[in-house]
């Protein structure tokens, strides 16, 4: 059964970094394209990034572009993502998710709750 | 970005009765392999979104056969065929046909 683990949430204030990581394992990691996607309390889902199964291509939505970094880990089945330059507005869960075949998003993990304040 | 727009935002449903969600997207969903990359999410209260259908139709492993999925180029519906307690959530649909994926608003599906 596919797992996805995401860690490294937490408080921090405006303008700082924070990276949070996502653990996965039950497949083969390095095959797949993965996902952050994102909810802000209460709100709905918003993506964030994707990264290519090999790493080598990126892409990343308006809202975060310039300021988060997703990366991976083959080697060690780790995707991370990267932010700097924090603003309030970034408060969310963020999910890590797989992207299947038809580019489906067919398993999520739990989600680790970043919360961005003074 | 292409937008999608899911109605209704809310929807009270009785046990056992059907269920219609509708979604609409700003430009068609049809990628240039022919394929439309619109999938179904549920999240159900506390829970990571899991997915239901995908590429309009296409029922994800596990998935109960009361769960459908129709609609082509710009507007699409997931069915439920009879509600079940379980089925109480928030639905979303998405695109993956092009960068940045993209969202519906959600819709609550209440008993």
């Known amino acids: 059964q596919v797992q996805l683990v995401e860690s490294g949430g937490g408080v921090v204030q405006p303008g700082r970094s924070l990276r949070v990581s996502c653990a996965a394992s039950?497949?083969?990691?390095?095959?797949?394209?993965m996902h952050w996607v994102r909810q802000a309390p209460g709100k709905g889902l918003e993506w964030v990034a994707v990264i290519s199964y090999d790493g080598r291509s990126k892409s990343y939505a308006d809202s975060v572009k310039g300021r988060f970094t997703i990366s991976r880990d083959n080697s060690n089945n780790a995707l991370y993502l990267q932010m700097n330059s924090l603003r309030t507005e970034d408060t969310a869960v963020y999910f890590c998710?797989?992207?299947?075949?038809?580019?489906?998003?067919?398993?999520w993990g739990q989600g680790t709750l970043v919360t961005v304040s003074s | 970005d292409i937008v999608m727009t899911q109605t209704p935002l809310s929807s009270p449903v009785t046990l056992g009765q059907p269920a219609s969600i509708s979604c609409r997207s700003s430009q068609s969903l049809e990628h240039s392999d022919g394929n439309t990359y619109l999938s179904w999410l549920q999240q159900r209260p506390g829970q990571p979104p899991r997915l239901l259908i995908y590429?309009?139709?296409d029922r994800f492993s596990g998935v109960p056969d009361r769960f459908s999925g129709s609609g082509a180029g710009t507007d699409f519906t997931l069915k439920i065929s009879r509600v079940e307690p379980e089925d109480v959530g928030v639905y979303y649909c998405?695109?993956?046909?092009?960068?940045?994926?993209?969202f519906g608003q959600g819709t609550k599906l209440e008993i």
């Open positions: 039950e497949f083969t990691f390095s095959s797949y394209e």
């Open positions: 998405t695109q993956a046909t092009q960068f940045p994926y993209t």
């Open positions: 998710a797989r992207a299947g075949s038809g580019s489906r998003l067919d398993n």
């Open positions: 590429k309009i139709s």
